[in-house]
């Protein structure tokens, strides 16, 4: 019986081979039952060493007497690659998932249980959807109903799909479009939990808010030293102060809008009495305006504007300053007083719209509807009390 082969370590070299003098141990062929590399202490080599192993090998053969072994060698390392490396592909067919008979698409909008004590308040922002509003309790949520059938009303009456603005799924759940009818909804569910049992019916019952943001707007005050209160020449002065004011602002689509402007004689420290004119103006942005090149996108927002406005009222009265201060020419008459531009950011509603935290824990900042009992005639912040008011969003009593 002829010898058998010498062992071939997994590095690629033959036995006879000079590569073996390095001081790195070569390690020796896998034995059975035994982890690759564990032999003799040795480490085990990954993937791109098996290859490298393979490429080695591969060059190591020659002659027609080695064309047998090599190719059971280049096998055998393709299995192992094969076993320690799984492919990554997806197989073609999915498995199909399993659901529970209870589990439906999954949604990130909110959904909303209601109550048949108390309504359960819900705010929807004016002219957009409302969030998923459904014909359940918790209680109901959580049970089998047999034969459910839902029906739901408005303040206007009864809700259909039929109705652009509504939409109602087969199970009872509700979406006001465009919402902007205030009021209280009710959902009538008739339904069984045994096939034997009578039909039992519940009114589940909420309290639907519109609501909308605050609307911003900066109120300034600024003093000019003035000719005596009854002139002529300060009424001119404070109409074409108004329309460079407008100007100033019109680009950004914002309005200017003269609040008071009062003519006082003020007692100077260590002088004599000088007229003064108190000139307060509001800045506010301007809703659906024609926006120039100056805001694009996400900067034509109403705060953006409005803030890039008051910087450009700030800087002319800044500039006016300055000018004062260059010009070698005695002051005119009426001119800006230095130091007396004051600014406030104020917060208002729309008409019949108003903030109160105390009603609206959940909406502290916003300017909600205004329920029976009270109304909002301006843009003022807060809804005011009125006994005669009997509709949602009175903005008169």
Not at 200 to 214: E, G, H, Q, R
Not at 327 to 336: D, G, R
Request: with cysteine; charged share 15%.
């Amino acid at each position: 019986m002829p010898p058998p082969p010498p062992r071939l370590a997994l590095t690629g070299a033959r036995p006879d081979s000079p590569r073996l003098a390095s001081p790195r141990r070569a390690c020796p062929a896998r034995l059975a039952g035994q982890p690759l590399g564990a032999a003799n202490g040795c480490r085990a080599l990954g993937p791109l060493a098996m290859r490298r192993a393979a490429h080695g090998r591969a060059r190591g053969c020659r002659g027609a007497t080695a064309a047998a072994g090599c190719l059971q060698l280049r096998l055998l390392l393709l299995l192992l690659l094969l076993l320690l490396v799984p492919p990554q592909a997806q197989p073609a067919v999915q498995p199909a998932k399993r659901f529970l008979r209870s589990a439906g698409p999954r949604h990130n909008s909110l959904k909303i249980v209601g109550s048949v004590v108390v309504p359960v308040k819900v705010y929807v922002k004016l002219n957009h959807n409302s969030p998923r509003i459904l014909c359940l309790t918790n209680h109901l949520r959580n049970l089998e109903l047999i034969d459910p059938v839902f029906q739901w009303n408005g303040p206007g009456g009864g809700l259909s799909s039929e109705n652009s603005s509504v939409q109602i799924s087969p199970t009872g759940t509700l979406i006001l479009r465009h919402f902007n009818l205030s009021g209280v909804y009710t959902c009538s569910i008739i339904y069984k939990l045994t096939a034997m049992q009578p039909d039992k019916n519940l009114v589940i019952k909420y309290l639907i808010y519109a609501y909308s943001d605050p609307k911003n707007y900066y109120e300034f005050t600024a003093r000019y030293h003035a000719a005596p209160c009854n002139s002529s020449h300060n009424t001119s002065f404070e109409k074409a102060l108004l329309q460079i004011l407008s100007k100033l602002v019109a680009e950004l689509s914002c309005e200017v809008t003269l609040i008071k402007s009062e003519c006082h004689h003020v007692k100077m420290q260590r002088g004599g009495l000088q007229n003064e004119i108190f000139f307060t103006f509001s800045v506010a942005s301007l809703d659906g305006g024609k926006h120039n090149g100056l805001c694009q996108q996400s900067a034509c927002d109403a705060s953006h504007r409005l803030n890039k406005a008051k910087h450009v009222i700030e800087r002319f009265f800044k500039q006016q300053v300055e000018v004062s201060r260059k010009s070698s020419e005695p002051l005119p008459e009426i001119y800006y007083i230095e130091g007396t531009l004051q600014m406030v950011q104020v917060d208002r509603c729309y008409p019949g719209y108003g903030i109160n935290a105390l009603i609206h824990p959940d909406c502290p900042e916003c300017c909600v509807v205004c329920s029976p009992g009270s109304y909002n005639p301006s843009n003022g912040i807060h809804c005011l009390q009125c006994d005669s008011s009997l509709i949602y969003g009175a903005t008169k009593c």
